[in-house]
C-alpha cells in the first residue's frame, strides 16, 4: 500500500514535467519558425534588391558607353556640330554632353520625327541603310506604308511598329509612295507638323528606265519601254504617256505642290540621287546636319564598288565583310533606243526647271 501511494504521489509531478517539457519545445519550435520567417523575408528582400541592381547596371552602362562613344566621336571627327546655333564640333560635343544631363535614358516606342518619303528608284533604300550607322538614328528597316495603305489601322497601329528608341535619337522610316500618294501629305501633317521630310530625287529620265527594269524583272511578258512611253507606242507620236506609272512619278513638281501646301520647304530636304551615288559621304553630311546630328557617318565609311558601280558599307562592327545592298541595287538597266531617252529629256525639261525654282536647287539634269 505504502509503494502504491508513492507512485500516486509521483504522478503529478512526472506531468508537470512533462507539461514543462512541452511548453519549451513549443516554445523553441515557435522561436525557430519566427527567426527562420525573417531570414527567409531578408533574403527575399536581398535578392529582389539584388534583381533590382542588376536590371538598372546594363542602362547605368549603356549611359556611360554612349557618352564615352559620343565624345570620342566629336573628337576624333572635329566636324561642325547640325545644332540651330551652328556651333563648333568641339563646343557641340560639350553641349551634346550637357544635354545628357536629366534625359529620361528609358527606350520607348514614339512616332517618327523624320520620313523618307521618296521617291522610288531614286535611293532610299540607300540613303536609310546609310543613316543606320548613326548610332542616333533608330530606323524601321521595312516600309509600313502606313499614310497610303494602312492608315485606318491608327496612330497606335504605326507607332508599334517603329523601333524603340532613347530620348535625343530620331526615329525613322521610309515609304516611297507617300511622295506621291495624294492624300499623304495631309495626313502626316495631321500626325506632325515638325516631322522632318527627306526626298530622295535622280533624273527623272533615269529613274523610270530604273523602275521598268524592275517592273520587268518581276513580271515576265511586259510590253517594252517604248509602247509604254508612249501613247500609240512609237516615239514618232511624240505623245508622252504622263500617267503611265514609271513616267508620272518623275513629275517632282507637280507632287511637291501638295506638300508645299501642308509644309514649309525648309522642312523638306533634297537629297541628290546622283551624287549620294558619287559622294555618298556628301549627301550624309548634309542629311545629318537637316535632322540636327552630329556629323558622324563620313567618307571612311564608304568604298566603292566597281562591280556594281555603286557606293559599299566598309565592315560594319561585329562583322567580317563589308555591306553592300542587294544584288538589285546598282543592276544593269534595260537597253533603250537613245532616240527615246532623247524625247523623254524634252518631255522632261520644263517640269525640271520648274522643280528648281520650287527647291532653289538645281540638279542638272
Request: net charge positive; charged share 20%.
Amino acid at each position: 500500500m505504502a509503494g502504491s501511494h508513492h507512485i500516486q504521489q509521483d504522478v503529478p509531478r512526472l506531468l508537470h514535467k512533462l507539461l514543462f517539457v512541452f511548453s519549451l519545445a513549443v516554445v523553441c519550435a515557435s522561436l525557430y519558425f519566427i527567426l527562420s520567417g525573417c531570414c527567409d523575408f531578408i533574403l527575399v528582400d536581398t535578392a529582389k534588391h539584388l534583381k533590382q541592381t542588376s536590371q538598372l547596371l546594363p542602362l547605368t552602362e549603356l549611359f556611360q558607353r554612349k557618352n564615352a562613344s559620343f565624345e570620342k566621336r566629336a573628337t576624333d571627327v572635329g566636324v561642325r556640330s547640325a545644332s540651330p546655333v551652328g556651333s563648333a564640333g568641339a563646343t557641340g560635343a560639350v553641349g551634346a554632353q550637357s544635354a545628357n544631363v536629366g534625359k529620361d535614358w528609358t527606350a520607348a516606342r514614339r512616332l517618327p520625327q523624320a520620313i523618307i518619303i521618296g521617291v522610288k528608284k531614286g535611293g532610299t533604300r540607300a540613303l536609310l541603310e546609310f543613316l543606320r550607322l548613326h548610332p542616333d538614328i533608330r530606323a524601321l528597316g521595312s516600309e509600313p506604308h502606313f499614310f497610303d495603305r494602312h492608315y485606318s489601322r491608327g496612330l497606335n497601329w504605326y507607332r508599334n511598329l517603329m523601333p524603340k528608341a532613347l530620348e535625343g535619337q530620331v526615329v525613322l522610316e521610309k515609304t516611297p509612295r507617300y511622295f506621291v500618294t495624294a492624300d499623304s501629305p495631309g495626313l502626316i501633317h495631321a500626325m506632325s507638323q515638325e516631322v522632318k521630310l527627306i526626298v530622295v530625287v535622280r533624273d527623272p529620265v533615269t529613274r523610270a528606265i530604273s523602275d521598268y527594269t524592275q517592273i520587268i524583272s518581276k513580271t515576265p511578258g511586259v510590253p517594252s519601254f517604248e509602247t509604254l512611253t508612249f501613247h500609240n507606242g512609237t516615239e514618232e507620236a511624240l505623245k508622252v504617256d504622263s500617267l503611265w506609272s514609271p513616267i508620272w512619278i518623275g513629275l517632282y513638281a507637280l507632287h511637291l505642290e501638295r506638300w508645299l501646301a501642308h509644309f514649309p520647304l525648309e522642312q523638306i530636304h533634297f537629297v541628290h540621287g546622283e551624287r549620294l551615288v558619287s559622294d555618298p559621304a556628301g549627301e550624309l553630311g548634309r542629311v545629318q546636319d537637316f535632322l540636327g546630328l552630329q556629323r558622324i557617318i563620313t567618307d571612311k565609311h564608304f568604298y566603292f564598288n566597281k562591280t556594281k558601280g555603286f557606293p559599299c558599307l566598309k565592315k560594319p562592327e561585329g562583322s567580317s565583310k563589308p555591306h553592300c545592298l542587294g544584288r538589285t541595287k546598282g543592276r544593269p538597266h534595260a537597253d533603250i533606243h537613245p532616240q527615246v531617252i532623247l524625247r523623254l529629256r524634252q518631255f522632261y525639261q520644263p517640269h525640271n526647271l520648274r522643280f528648281y525654282q520650287m527647291t532653289g536647287q538645281d540638279f542638272g539634269w
